[in-house]
């Protein structure tokens, strides 16, 4: 279970990349390395992976906040209480209002040990976490990385990673998930800083401010 725990494991992970696919040395060269993106893990960490799901950063900030003015502290102990309408109120879509509560009732019922998830192996953590109505590969995958600073996790069904990947190397047509996989099996066990760098390079070709 690789870890990247700070920026110098970062960089060392991107310098390994290079080696394989000279690509990601053209992309450091336009937009440098990126910043090394962590967050804590535990409830918060994983119901805010949640929020981010498929909308702008700015817009995830924005019912971030609300959720914390609205609804007290952001912990299961709490927001087990809080009806359906009042997380509407926040701004979060069914969809994302059927995962939270998944997950606040496992962990308050204790089926889900987020804690324990830091010594477990990365596909017991995804068969963990994605057998939580609501809770996809993409969510779990994210907390891997972000979370718990696994090296080596791979958001294939990404979008903007596919739109990323499809530029850097200048592949004919945007992959699709099976692909993504295929394409960066070579990068093993350095996938989740190959995220890192061409989510970076997708911000860039957005024209949106370096993370």
Same mark, same amino acid.
Not at 84 to 100: F, N, P, V
Not at 107 to 112: A, N, P, R, T, Y
Not at 155 to 182: E, I, N, S, Y
């Given at each position: 279970?690789?870890?990247?725990?700070?920026?110098?494991?970062?960089?060392?992970?991107?310098?390994?990349?290079?080696?394989?696919?000279?690509?990601?040395?053209?992309?450091?060269?336009?937009?440098?390395?990126?910043?090394?993106?962590?967050?804590?893990?535990?409830?918060?960490?994983?119901?805010?992976?949640?929020?981010?799901?498929?909308?702008?950063?700015?817009?995830?900030?924005?019912?971030?906040?609300?959720?914390?003015?609205?609804?007290?502290?952001?912990?299961?102990?709490?927001?087990?209480?809080? +009806?359906?309408?009042?997380?509407?109120?926040?701004?979060?879509?069914?969809?994302?209002?059927?995962?939270?509560?998944?997950?606040?009732?496992?962990?308050?019922?204790?089926?889900?040990?987020?804690?324990?998830?830091?010594?477990?192996?990365?596909?017991?953590?995804?068969?963990?976490l994605t057998a939580l109505p609501g809770v996809g590969p993409w969510t779990a995958e994210?907390?891997?990385?972000?979370?718990?600073? +696994?090296?080596?996790?791979?958001?294939?069904?990404?979008?903007?990673?596919?739109?990323?990947?499809?530029?850097?190397?200048?592949?004919?047509?945007?992959?699709?998930?099976?692909?993504?996989?295929?394409?960066?099996?070579?990068? +093993?066990?350095? +996938?989740?800083a190959a995220a890192m760098l061409l989510w970076n390079y997708y911000r860039h070709l957005?024209?949106?401010?370096?993370?």
């Amino acid at each position: 279970m690789q870890r990247i725990a700070n920026e110098k494991d970062l960089a060392q992970a991107i310098q390994q990349l290079g080696t394989r696919e000279p690509a990601f040395i053209e992309l450091v060269e336009v937009v440098g390395l990126p910043a090394l993106r962590s967050a804590e893990p535990g409830y918060r960490g994983l119901i805010r992976i949640v929020v981010d799901q498929m909308i702008s950063l700015k817009a995830a900030e924005a019912i971030w906040n609300r959720m914390e003015q609205n609804l007290g502290p952001l912990e299961p102990q709490f927001l087990i209480r809080r +009806r359906e309408a009042s997380l509407r109120k926040s701004g979060l879509s069914g969809g994302k209002i059927r995962a939270i509560r998944a997950i606040t009732k496992a962990v308050q019922d204790g089926s889900l040990d987020l804690e324990a998830l830091g010594s477990l192996d990365n596909e017991t953590v995804m068969a963990k976490l994605t057998a939580l109505p609501g809770v996809g590969p993409w969510t779990a995958e994210i907390y891997l990385l972000f979370c718990l600073g +696994r090296a080596d996790i791979w958001p294939a069904g990404d979008v903007a990673l596919q739109h990323a990947v499809h530029h850097a190397l200048r592949l004919k047509a945007r992959p699709d998930t099976g692909q993504m996989r295929q394409l960066a099996e070579s990068w +093993r066990p350095f +996938r989740g800083a190959a995220a890192m760098l061409l989510w970076n390079y997708y911000r860039h070709l957005r024209g949106i401010p370096r993370a």
